[in-house]
């Protein structure tokens, strides 16, 4: 009954069997290799490294993709291996050399993610090999010797991925982005039957709008593992992220649409086809993310842009009438759409690797002629910033690794490397995440150490250690991951008696100097985590969140002067939104990773990262259509986009000083109906000229949007803490 009990247990945490088979490849080519390089070749060097490269890269090493993927990834990174173990071998003969080694290695290591996350996956790996390498004794001559082992252990285990037990392959992102397309698509077009026909099936109007939110929903980046989301800095995940940021404000739009809809039925209305031939191309982009699916043009799309503003803002008829607000609202609105369903099918075809030649929404995709180099230099140097989340972690992580190395030379200690590994495994991104992870590891190396010294108290005879390692390789890899880190460290701790009892055989010391070793890399780890950035990501966020809506309501500001003919295109001030994009956006993932008290007040960071942006694509998809000052000869319009943009900047400034500093009494309110805003100046609309009426209502709409998605931030609830926030 206890052993029926405990195998439901495993299974509930292990659905599809994904961490057992993971285990179970490691224990096979573990096991091969070890007893191939100790018993069959007889050369410790080469079953050590063999063995601790299995480890390193089945274990520690978490990376994404199918298993082909997986398997590519391990072979391409044995150059950077054979570096690692390279320079740490000719390290070895001095404690400060390794140190030093360390400190650079530590930090280039964990600092290599800000180009491609998917590193981050390698990156303790990658530690691991140099630490191993770096510490006595100090023999060169077996280098050959080390990278041989390394090498066959990787080989073997990209062969594993591939042929022993494959992993099942999951949802990948590109296919919960076309899924989104698909749910967006499907709600344009019951927004478009809506506005010819607003009676009709609103029950299934309202289950296709529900399943879009859901659906777009799922493609936030903090939705997807760190290993899976498109974060590199390269083409295609820019691509991506683009794509995302278009479909949400695909949905806005079609929403705000929606409830703009006429009471009565207008025929034939050109926001509704212009609505259908977006649904049809953002359908088609969707699926032309599909390996094997044809690429999208957007050629049937600019068709239905052009029969639009034909129609606009005049109507297909011949009279003139004082301008029809709200359909002028309307065309603004499907036009607004339209322009951002564009940037998502030129967006599909970057991330598929079709070329981009001399495109209308290019703009946006200026990036794609850059090489690759430029593009990961622009990400390494956005991140060398005080504020920097990946810049605070990678300085930590390395500072307390060579402090680490230090003491472990200092006090000559037999398997100094444990000291590192546990300091690596204890050190997190904040304080309180550090102090969570000291108790399973210091209490799951005692229970290990003891049973280790019990058992090797009792046995003496190296064959018996040989015989389990296979079992104590399961155990550790498999069972100890599920029964939660107590478990999986306390296993760990016997795995490596086990080991270590073939290699150089040192009775029930062995696990005293274990048990010694991890209790000295966790206080390092622990100082470490209390002495560097101990607030983790939470600070770093909360300053980054407050200049990124800085920055925002200066583009703002900068976007509705050049609409206006007193400044320049507002180029700068967009590339510092960009800039503080990628710093908010490291600093946001590294959030969700860490714990939050849940007695401090939250802050709804989806809804504030929303709001900056919605500016970027927005200003740039404005000054597309309306150039620069297409309203300098209009000085009514003039007044009413300062008062507008002026009461918008208020909101901004109040919105980045709650999230500084807590919350304040409530921002200056914008009125988010464009209806609303041109009933002011009414009056005027008859007598301005027709295309100056069409800048006016989307720069105005387009304010309006901005201060919707303001507008979508609950205010804290009254009453609740306030005594901290995160």
């Given at each position: 009954?206890?052993?029926?009990?405990?195998?439901?247990?495993?299974?509930?945490?292990?659905?599809?069997?994904?961490?057992?088979?993971?285990?179970?490849?490691?224990?096979?080519?573990?096991?091969?290799?070890f007893?191939?390089?100790r018993?069959?070749?007889?050369?410790?060097?080469l079953?050590?490294?063999?063995?601790?490269?299995?480890?390193?890269?089945?274990?520690?090493?978490?990376?994404?993709?199918?298993?082909?993927?997986r398997?590519?990834?391990?072979?391409?990174?044995?150059?950077?291996?054979?570096?690692?173990?390279?320079?740490?071998?000719?390290?070895?003969?001095s404690?400060?050399?390794?140190?030093?080694?360390?400190?650079?290695?530590?930090?280039?290591?964990a600092?290599?993610?800000?180009?491609?996350?998917?590193?981050?996956?390698?990156?303790?790996?990658?530690?691991?090999?140099?630490?191993?390498?770096?510490?006595?004794?100090?023999?060169?001559g077996?280098?050959?010797?080390?990278?041989?082992?390394?090498?066959l252990?990787?080989?073997?285990?990209?062969?594993?991925?591939?042929?022993?037990?494959?992993?099942?392959?999951?949802?990948?992102?590109?296919?919960?982005?076309?899924?989104?397309a698909?749910?967006?698509?499907a709600?344009?077009?019951?927004?478009?039957?809506?506005?010819?026909?607003?009676?009709?099936?609103?029950?299934?109007?309202?289950?296709?709008?529900?399943r879009?939110?859901?659906?777009v929903?799922?493609?936030?980046?903090?939705?997807?593992p760190p290993?899976?989301?498109?974060?590199?800095?390269?083409?295609?995940?820019?691509?991506?992220?683009?794509c995302?940021?278009?479909?949400?404000?695909?949905?806005?739009e079609?929403?705000?649409?929606?409830?703009d809809?006429?009471?009565?039925?207008?025929?034939?209305?050109?926001?509704?086809?212009?609505?259908?031939?977006?649904?049809?191309?953002?359908?088609?982009?969707g699926?032309?993310?599909?390996?094997?699916?044809?690429?999208?043009?957007?050629?049937?799309?600019?068709?239905?842009?052009?029969?639009?503003?034909?129609?606009?803002?005049?109507?297909?008829?011949?009279?003139?009438?004082a301008?029809?607000?709200?359909?002028?609202?309307?065309?603004?609105?499907?036009?607004?759409?339209?322009?951002?369903?564009?940037?998502?099918?030129?967006?599909?075809?970057?991330?598929?690797?079709?070329?981009?030649?001399?495109?209308?929404?290019?703009?946006?995709f200026?990036?794609t002629?850059?090489?690759p180099?430029?593009?990961?230099?622009?990400?390494?140097?956005?991140?060398?910033?005080?504020?920097?989340?990946?810049?605070?972690?990678?300085?930590?992580?390395?500072?307390?690794?060579?402090?680490?190395?230090?003491?472990?030379?200092?006090?000559?200690?037999?398997?100094g490397?444990w000291?590192?590994?546990?300091?690596?495994?204890v050190?997190?991104?904040?304080?309180?995440?550090?102090?969570?992870?000291?108790?399973?590891?210091?209490?799951?190396?005692?229970?290990?150490?003891?049973?280790?010294?019990?058992?090797?108290?009792?046995?003496?005879?190296?064959?018996?250690?040989?015989?389990?390692?296979?079992?104590?390789?399961?155990?550790?890899?498999?069972?100890?991951?599920?029964?939660?880190p107590?478990?999986?460290?306390?296993?760990?701790?016997?795995?490596l008696?086990?080991?270590?009892?073939?290699?150089?055989?040192?009775?029930?010391?062995?696990?005293?100097?274990?048990?010694?070793?991890?209790?000295?890399?966790?206080v390092?780890?622990?100082?470490?985590?209390?002495?560097?950035?101990p607030r983790?990501?939470?600070?770093?966020?909360?300053?980054?969140?407050?200049?990124?809506?800085?920055?925002?309501?200066?583009?703002?500001?900068?976007?509705?002067?050049?609409?206006?003919?007193?400044?320049?295109p507002?180029?700068?001030?967009?590339?510092?939104?960009?800039?503080?994009?990628?710093l908010?956006?490291?600093?946001?993932c590294?959030?969700?990773?860490e714990?939050?008290?849940p007695?401090?007040q939250?802050?709804?960071?989806?809804?504030?990262?929303?709001?900056?942006?919605?500016?970027?694509?927005?200003?740039?998809?404005?000054l597309?259509?309306?150039?620069?000052?297409?309203l300098?000869?209009?000085?009514?319009?003039?007044a009413?986009?300062?008062?507008t943009?002026?009461?918008?900047?208020?909101?901004?400034?109040?919105?980045?000083?709650?999230?500084?500093?807590?919350?304040t009494?409530?921002?200056?309110?914008?009125?988010?109906?464009?209806?609303?805003?041109?009933?002011?100046?009414?009056?005027?609309?008859?007598?301005?000229?027709?295309?100056?009426?069409?800048?006016?209502?989307?720069?105005?709409?387009?304010?309006?949007?901005?201060?919707?998605?303001?507008?979508?931030?609950?205010?804290?609830?009254?009453?609740?803490?306030?005594?901290?926030?995160?």
């Amino acid at each position: 009954m206890l052993g029926t009990s405990l195998l439901g247990r495993l299974r509930r945490r292990d659905p599809g069997d994904a961490i057992l088979r993971r285990a179970a490849r490691l224990t096979l080519v573990a096991s091969v290799v070890f007893y191939g390089c100790r018993y069959g070749a007889g050369n410790s060097t080469l079953a050590t490294y063999g063995l601790f490269g299995t480890i390193a890269a089945g274990s520690f090493a978490q990376l994404p993709g199918p298993a082909p993927q997986r398997a590519r990834i391990l072979v391409l990174s044995l150059p950077a291996v054979w570096a690692l173990i390279a320079v740490g071998s000719l390290v070895a003969w001095s404690t400060w050399a390794a140190a030093g080694g360390m400190l650079v290695v530590g930090f280039v290591v964990a600092f290599a993610g800000v180009g491609n996350p998917r590193l981050v996956g390698l990156a303790s790996a990658f530690q691991l090999f140099y630490i191993l390498a770096s510490f006595p004794p100090y023999q060169p001559g077996t280098l050959p010797e080390r990278l041989g082992g390394v090498t066959l252990a990787v080989v073997l285990l990209a062969a594993a991925e591939v042929f022993v037990w494959p992993d099942p392959v999951p949802v990948s992102y590109r296919q919960r982005l076309a899924e989104a397309a698909d749910g967006v698509a499907a709600f344009l077009d019951a927004a478009a039957d809506r506005l010819t026909d607003p009676h009709a099936a609103a029950g299934d109007r309202d289950t296709r709008r529900g399943r879009a939110y859901d659906v777009v929903a799922a493609i936030e980046l903090n939705r997807s593992p760190p290993a899976w989301a498109p974060s590199a800095a390269g083409v295609q995940d820019r691509a991506l992220r683009i794509c995302a940021a278009a479909l949400r404000e695909v949905l806005a739009e079609a929403d705000r649409l929606a409830a703009d809809a006429p009471p009565e039925p207008i025929p034939d209305l050109a926001a509704a086809r212009l609505l259908r031939s977006c649904a049809d191309t953002t359908r088609a982009a969707g699926r032309s993310l599909s390996p094997g699916a044809p690429a999208v043009a957007p050629a049937d799309l600019d068709v239905a842009v052009g029969r639009a503003e034909a129609a606009y803002p005049v109507g297909e008829g011949r009279v003139r009438d004082a301008p029809d607000v709200p359909r002028l609202c309307r065309d603004a609105t499907a036009l607004a759409l339209a322009d951002q369903v564009r940037v998502f099918a030129v967006g599909s075809r970057v991330a598929t690797g079709v070329r981009l030649d001399d495109d209308a929404s290019s703009g946006l995709f200026e990036y794609t002629r850059r090489s690759p180099w430029t593009l990961y230099w622009w990400q390494f140097r956005s991140h060398l910033a005080p504020r920097s989340a990946h810049l605070h972690n990678s300085l930590r992580l390395a500072v307390a690794l060579a402090i680490a190395r230090v003491a472990a030379g200092v006090l000559q200690l037999t398997h100094g490397f444990w000291v590192l590994l546990a300091t690596l495994t204890v050190l997190r991104t904040s304080a309180s995440d550090t102090r969570t992870a000291l108790r399973p590891a210091v209490l799951g190396t005692i229970i290990g150490a003891v049973v280790s010294g019990g058992v090797m108290l009792v046995v003496d005879e190296p064959i018996v250690y040989a015989i389990v390692l296979p079992i104590t390789l399961l155990l550790a890899f498999g069972v100890g991951r599920l029964l939660g880190p107590v478990w999986q460290q306390a296993l760990f701790t016997v795995l490596l008696t086990v080991v270590f009892a073939q290699l150089s055989p040192a009775g029930w010391r062995l696990a005293e100097a274990r048990l010694v070793d991890v209790l000295l890399g966790a206080v390092i780890g622990v100082l470490a985590g209390v002495a560097m950035w101990p607030r983790g990501a939470g600070h770093d966020l909360r300053h980054n969140a407050t200049r990124y809506l800085k920055a925002s309501a200066d583009a703002v500001d900068q976007t509705v002067q050049a609409v206006l003919g007193d400044a320049p295109p507002p180029e700068g001030a967009l590339n510092r939104v960009r800039r503080r994009m990628v710093l908010i956006d490291s600093s946001y993932c590294q959030y969700h990773s860490e714990r939050h008290d849940p007695h401090r007040q939250q802050v709804n960071w989806d809804a504030v990262l929303s709001t900056g942006h919605h500016v970027v694509p927005g200003a740039e998809s404005l000054l597309r259509r309306n150039p620069p000052g297409c309203l300098a000869g209009w000085p009514e319009a003039a007044a009413l986009l300062r008062d507008t943009a002026g009461r918008l900047r208020s909101a901004y400034d109040a919105l980045a000083d709650e999230v500084a500093h807590g919350p304040t009494s409530a921002g200056a309110q914008v009125s988010t109906t464009c209806v609303d805003q041109l009933d002011r100046i009414r009056p005027l609309l008859g007598e301005a000229d027709l295309r100056s009426v069409r800048h006016l209502v989307e720069a105005d709409r387009w304010l309006a949007s901005l201060a919707d998605s303001l507008a979508r931030i609950h205010p804290p609830v009254v009453g609740g803490p306030t005594g901290h926030r995160d």
